[in-house]
T-cell receptor, first 109, second 108 residues
Framework: NAGVTQTPKFRILKIGQSMTLQCTQD?????MYWYRQDPGMGLKLIYY???????DKGEVPNGYNVSRSTTEDFPLRLELAAPSQTSVYFC????????FGEGSRLTVL | QKEVEQNSGPLSVPEGAIASLNCTYS??????FFWYRQYSGKSPELIMF????GDKEDGRFTAQLNKASQYVSLLIRDSQPSDSATYLC????????FGAGTRLTVKP
């Protein structure tokens, strides 16, 4: 099993650009989550999904969108990137405990 | 709004001492509680989970849960320099929310 795979690992965006952070898991977990972590802070929940076709907002959803068309994939879309979205993004799936990807470091300049 | 609060730290203890990390949560209906450890630049990793009131021990780690007080703690006995990290409390309903984390430094 590869576990939870996130791509890209690093990305620099210009203000106003859009991009998608990809997240794939091969463990057939129903629950998946997207978090952001700013320097020296904890994880803030952006969106989560309890199964294919079902998504819900977390604590900080503004400026982001998600979809969950399959159990495996849970992409996070950033529209009109802003400097405030500079952060490290973690995707995770849940089965008893959270299984994290390695993170995606995004810088918006 | 569901809240998860941790003592902000930073916390510094000498090697061999007991480190005590605390967490409170606002949703009285929460049922599952987790402690994660995160080294700088890495993903969080699970230390322990606890569902029932009382203590749960795993090696040098003890998690304590008091649902009436909406309080969960983590004790690290015989602290080692390798325990130096940020410790994150998480509370699960359908979502999974984290506290801000407590940075622990264990000094040799």
């Amino acid at each position: 099993n590869a576990g939870v795979t996130q791509t890209p690992k690093f990305r620099i965006l210009k203000i106003g650009q859009s991009m998608t952070l990809q997240c794939t898991q091969d463990m057939n977990h129903n629950y998946m989550y997207w978090y952001r972590q700013d320097p020296g802070m904890g994880l803030k929940l952006i969106y989560y999904s309890v199964g294919a076709g079902i998504t819900d907002k977390g604590e900080v959803p503004n400026g982001y969108n998600v979809s969950r068309s399959t159990t495996e994939d849970f992409p996070l879309r950033l529209e009109l990137a802003a400097p405030s979205q500079t952060s490290v993004y973690f995707c995770a799936s849940l089965h008893g405990e959270l299984f994290f990807g390695e993170g995606s470091r995004l810088t918006v300049l | 709004q569901k809240e998860v609060e941790q003592n902000s730290g930073p916390l510094s203890v000498p090697e061999g001492a007991i480190a005590s990390l605390n967490c409170t949560y606002s949703d009285r209906g929460s049922q599952s509680f987790f402690w994660y450890r995160q080294y700088s630049g890495k993903s969080p990793e699970l230390i322990m989970f606890i569902y029932s009131n009382g203590d749960k021990e795993d090696g040098r780690f003890t998690a304590q849960l008091n649902k009436a007080s909406q309080y969960v703690s983590l004790l690290i006995r015989d602290s080692q320099p390798s325990d130096s990290a940020t410790y994150l409390c998480a509370v699960k309903d359908n979502d999974m929310r984290f506290g801000a984390g407590t940075r622990l430094t264990v000094k040799p």
